[in-house]
């Protein structure tokens, strides 16, 4: 899956999660995107 296609599932995933729980998730998705793309 591409970044985008991840942050695109995070929205979704709000409407079940709720919001807070969602903002977590998107803020390690963050972090893995950082480390990915340093060893790229």
Partial sequence: MSPQ?????F???EAYAGAAR???GYRVALQVFEETAKDV
């Fill in 11 to 13: 929205i979704h995933i």
């Fill in 5 to 9: 296609e991840i942050v695109e599932a």
């Fill in 22 to 24: 969602t903002f977590e």
